[in-house]
């Protein structure tokens, strides 16, 4: 069980309004439009600002409770996925582009859920 803090309720908001807006947009698109990119980018300036609060809650003195390798691991591959799903998206305009933006979205979700496990 992990504890509700504002990141992890600002993240998982981030990465719900940009699954449901991929989900809409490859039922009634046939190729991405701007919601589902800007989906994509708000996820990943979100894990770039959890990542650089993290850095600073740690080197603070708020160690990670868990493996930090693995914490960190797990923060590297989220934020290597939104951009990977962007570029995926503006080079195959088709609408499954949109569903790979979507699983982006719930991935990074899942991923941010065991980040918050492993810190406590």
């Known amino acids: ?27 009634i698109r046939k190729h991405p439009d701007d919601w589902a990119l800007i989906g994509a980018a708000a996820t990943e300036l979100f894990l770039v600002v959890y990542g650089i609060s993290a850095a600073i809650r740690q080197i603070g003195g708020n160690q990670v409770q868990g493996d930090p390798v693995e914490f960190w691991g797990y923060l590297i591959t989220a934020l290597v ?40």
Not at 17 to 23: I, S
Not at 91 to 119: G, H, P
């Open 1 to 27: 069980m992990i504890s509700l803090n504002g990141f992890f309720i600002a993240g998982a908001v981030i990465c719900a309004l940009a699954l449901v807006v991929a989900v809409i947009a490859t039922a």
């Open 81 to 120: 996925m939104p951009p990977v799903a962007f570029f995926w998206a503006i080079s195959e305009k088709s609408r499954w582009s949109n569903s790979v933006l979507a699983a982006s979205a719930a991935v990074t979700f899942v991923m941010l859920f065991r980040m918050e496990q492993i810190w406590q």
